[in-house]
């Protein structure tokens, strides 16, 4: 049952892929973002405050409450090196708030190769939106826990397809630790004005080959159709439905059955462009995602707890103000109802980005030749 | 330690050397505040020990104003109390507030002057001393007919073994006339956290009354203040103790200033189960050995105060009391210099001509 219906929706996938070749009027997508590229001959130093809040509510069998609040930092430089190649090198810092805590430092060192559609990354990644994956595949926490990635990212952003494409390596095999990285993507493809195909993929890996440990392979795949007809009453509203589903391998013990499935909806009105109002219905079964939001799994945050049938609706309001000079605020309140128990959540954020370029004057070939 | 430390001055220098090249700042200011401090609570009552408090403090951070409504302060604190192998307590600065001509809204490192304006009863004076950093969110208000300072504040991470731990809560004033003010105000405490289940302490203190205040010619300005307060002891290890979840007070403050030489002033506090995780634990019903429990409390004080102030926020405040807990009598002192000074930092926009 389980493979029927992921090779089923493989190879709908693959006719959807292939019959949207020439499909017209893209729609951007709005969480692929090609980061900004310095010009020819400059260096641009890159930073940005953030200060955040984060705060779930959650007492039922999947997941349980959080509150995440601190400050960040990430500074970096961004050099011309020719006309397709920039450097970025800097750092991030992490703050949580409280009295005895270790502020984290992590370096960003990166390579990128760019046109004017594409970007590739090879080095510290920033994802945007969680690369625009869904909540069932990557928690939106993610946002604030793991604002930085490392490894490898293909952004392509042209009139045929939008498409954040990754891998993150998170740990390195040694002889006490596991490898752990994950994978994926999200595309869209639009059909006609208003309608695209979507796409969605994430993979989650533990393993490592020079050890007896455990190894651990779990994917979460989705596709889906997105409706944002832009039209004049509606503002910026849309509506997107994905058929997920996933497999999980490997785990000792693990009470469900490997494969799963589930149908998520997502309708956002926003009439006036500034407040949105969302909506979330999920169906699963037997769904699992390890970096997905657990509400929407099937297993429970003890490891031990099963549902198979699952049932989560979610109901929201957003609002980003662009304040000034670039600073913003995004704050967000959420109600959950989580098969039947009820929950409340929020989040509060803060960028305040400020960019500076440098002049940079190559030195010229001295008297020996060298540049 | 060590990590902990170079760590952290690699956020300050990272900091500091972006501020002083902001482009979109108006104004930097490199801002100071040097507090040197004394603190002897000279109690050995069943309710709070002695304790002495003796060092010095700087609080060096670049404030930027990000544009008419935003600023972005950025910097460090430093803790060195006085003894030679005490070490040194270093936490950084990082705030974003948006703010109007009578509103603040500050994410980050809070504003904690006078513990947010709480009575003894709620939050305790020391804390001036042991906590004036905080982080969370803080909303301060000064419009003329409502005065509010209202904060959460994040003091440990949930972690294995530790539980999650903040305060909340605020306080607010209406004025009434021009010499008499209603005050409101509300302290939660709570430990806690699902990740790592660690235990639950959940505490509330709310207070309500009000001040009056008057120049009573060779006595100086005078004021009086009363509140009735309330708390809520619903969770925590003390209940074991007591069944007495609910307890309430009495609270009475009274000063004159002759020939405006110094403060002279008395507290009297009638209190029963009452308790308050963070305030003066002389007001609590609740004694320092868990085991120890007494229902109907008072407590009186008297004391001298001398505040002087110099230019700018420069201050000295001086200040001796004596306490009456039950039956005991005892003696503290508090001396606190505190020392402000900001350099304007010159910034200079580049000029670029990619617009940068």
Redesign the interface.
């Known amino acids: 049952m389980g493979i029927s219906f992921i090779a089923r929706l493989t190879f709908f996938c693959l006719l959807a892929t292939v019959g949207s070749v020439w499909a017209q009027d893209p729609e951007w997508m709005e969480h692929t973002a090609l980061a900004p590229i310095t010009?020819p001959g400059?260096l641009?130093?890159k930073?940005q405050?953030t200060?955040y809040?984060d705060n779930t509510e959650?007492?039922e069998p999947f997941r349980?409450?959080?509150?995440i609040?601190?400050?960040q930092?990430e500074?970096y430089l961004d050099g011309f090196v020719s006309d397709h190649v920039d450097l970025w090198g800097g750092?991030f810092?992490n703050?949580?708030?409280?009295?005895?805590?270790?502020?984290?430092?992590q370096p960003i060192l990166s390579f990128v190769y760019h046109t004017d559609v594409s970007q590739f990354i090879f080095g510290t990644l920033q994802p945007v939106y969680r690369h625009g994956l869904i909540e069932p595949m990557e928690v939106t926490t993610l946002e604030l826990t793991r604002p930085i990635e490392y490894g490898m990212e293909w952004v392509q952003k042209d009139h045929f397809i939008n498409l954040d494409s990754f891998l993150n390596w998170q740990q390195v095999l040694t002889d006490v630790d596991r490898e752990i990285f994950d994978y994926g993507g999200s595309s869209e493809l639009p059909l006609i004005p208003g309608i695209l195909l979507e796409g969605q993929c994430h993979g989650y890996h533990i393993g490592g080959a020079n050890t007896d440990g455990l190894v651990l392979n779990n994917l979460a795949t989705g596709l889906g159709l997105a409706f944002k007809p832009h039209l004049p009453v509606l503002g910026s509203s849309s509506l997107e439905i994905f058929g997920l589903g996933s497999k999980e391998s490997n785990i000792p013990g693990y009470p469900g059955p490997t494969y799963g499935e589930g149908l998520y909806t997502k309708i956002i009105v926003s009439p006036d462009d500034r407040w949105q109002f969302f909506g979330i219905s999920w169906f699963g079964k037997n769904y699992m995602s390890e970096e997905g939001d657990s509400n929407y799994n099937s297993l429970g945050a003890d490891g031990v707890y099963y549902e198979s049938n699952r049932t989560y609706e979610e109901l929201g309001l957003r609002r980003f103000v662009q304040?000034?000079?670039?600073?913003t605020?995004d704050f967000e309140l959420r109600s959950h109802w989580i098969d039947a128990y009820w929950a409340n959540s929020f989040r509060?954020e803060?960028f305040?980005p400020?960019?500076?370029?440098?002049?940079v004057n190559k030195k010229e070939n001295g008297s020996n030749g060298g540049t | 330690m060590k990590k902990k430390i170079s760590l952290f001055f690699i956020l300050i220098a990272a900091g500091c050397w972006g501020f002083m090249n902001l482009a979109l700042a108006d104004n930097v200011t490199f801002q100071n505040n040097l507090t040197f401090y004394g603190d002897e609570e000279g109690f050995n009552g069943p309710f709070r020990s002695e304790e002495t408090l003796f060092g010095q403090q700087i609080k060096s951070s670049l404030v930027a104003l990000t544009g008419e409504r935003t600023r972005i302060d950025a910097g460090f604190f430093m803790d060195h109390t006085s003894g030679w192998d005490d070490y040194l307590d270093l936490k950084p600065i990082l705030s974003f507030a948006y703010f109007t001509p009578t509103t603040r809204l500050i994410f980050g490192t809070l504003e904690t002057q006078d513990r947010h304006g709480f009575l003894e009863p709620l939050e305790v004076t020391t804390l001036e001393i042991t906590r004036p950093v905080e982080y969370g969110v803080q909303w301060k208000e000064m419009d003329g007919w409502f005065q509010t300072d209202s904060f959460l504040n994040w003091q440990q991470l949930n972690t294995p073994g530790y539980p999650e731990i903040f305060d909340y809560g605020g306080t607010g004033q209406f004025p009434l006339s021009g010499n008499f003010t209603t005050d409101f105000q509300f302290h939660g405490y709570h430990q806690g956290g699902k990740l790592f289940y660690v235990g639950v302490v959940n505490n509330y203190a709310f207070a309500l009354g009000g001040r009056f205040h008057e120049d009573m010619g060779f006595l100086g300005p005078a004021s009086i203040s009363t509140y009735g307060l309330l708390s809520g002891n619903l969770q925590g290890p003390f209940l074991q103790v007591t069944d007495a979840q609910w307890g309430w007070g009495i609270y009475l403050r009274g000063s004159v200033s002759p020939g405006n030489i110094a403060e002279l002033y008395g507290i009297l506090w009638k209190g029963w189960n009452f308790f308050s995780w963070e305030g003066d634990a002389n007001y609590n019903s609740q004694g320092l050995d868990p085991g120890f429990y007494q229902s109907d409390r008072t407590y009186e004080e008297m004391g001298l105060r001398k505040f002087i102030v110099g230019q700018g926020e420069d201050s000295l405040d001086a200040q001796v009391w004596c306490s009456w807990i039950d039956n005991y009598l005892d003696f503290s002192g508090r001396l606190l210099a505190r020392i402000s000074f900001g350099l304007d930092v010159p910034v200079k926009e580049k000029g670029n001509p990619n617009g940068y």
């Open positions: 010009g400059e641009n130093w930073n405050f200060f809040g959650f007492y349980v409450r959080e509150t609040l601190g400050q930092f500074s750092l810092v703050h949580p708030s409280a009295q005895e805590v270790e502020t984290d430092v304040i000034e000079n670039g600073v605020f509060l803060a305040v400020f960019d500076v370029g440098i002049s």
